[in-house]
């Protein structure tokens, strides 16, 4: 099973910007659909963005124009480009496949954001 490992949150003030980084323990060239989830304190853990291998992309509604999903499958590597980010994004921020049935969730990144 391909392990995923999450990088790049932190403190950033309402208005910035931030770029995640998940990367593989192999390739994710395979993989068809990869995706960024996202749990705030007290809150179920929700589907912000998937990108395909044909890399077609979707995102929740509270984040489309704002946060851009990315992947580079010569580095192993799934991107999150969030920008304008507010209060209401803070959460941590987990990349995982689209169908997680049987995988298991890495530690994940804390994104904070300050109003």
């Known amino acids: 099973q391909v392990q995923l490992v999450e990088s790049g949150g932190g403190l950033v003030q309402a208005g910035g910007s931030l770029r995640l980084s998940c990367v593989a323990s192999g390739s994710i060239f395979s993989i068809n659909a990869l995706a960024w989830y996202r749990q705030a304190p007290g809150k179920q853990r929700e589907l912000v963005a998937t990108?395909?291998?044909?890399?077609?992309?979707s995102y929740a509604d509270s984040v489309k124009g704002r946060f851009t999903i990315s992947r580079d499958n010569a580095k192993n590597t799934v991107y999150l480009q969030m920008n304008s980010l507010k209060p209401e994004d803070t959460a941590v921020y987990y990349c995982n496949t689209v169908l997680t049935l049987g995988r298991t969730w890495g530690q994940g990144t804390q994104v904070t954001v300050s109003s």
């Open positions: 990108i395909r291998i044909s890399g077609s992309t």
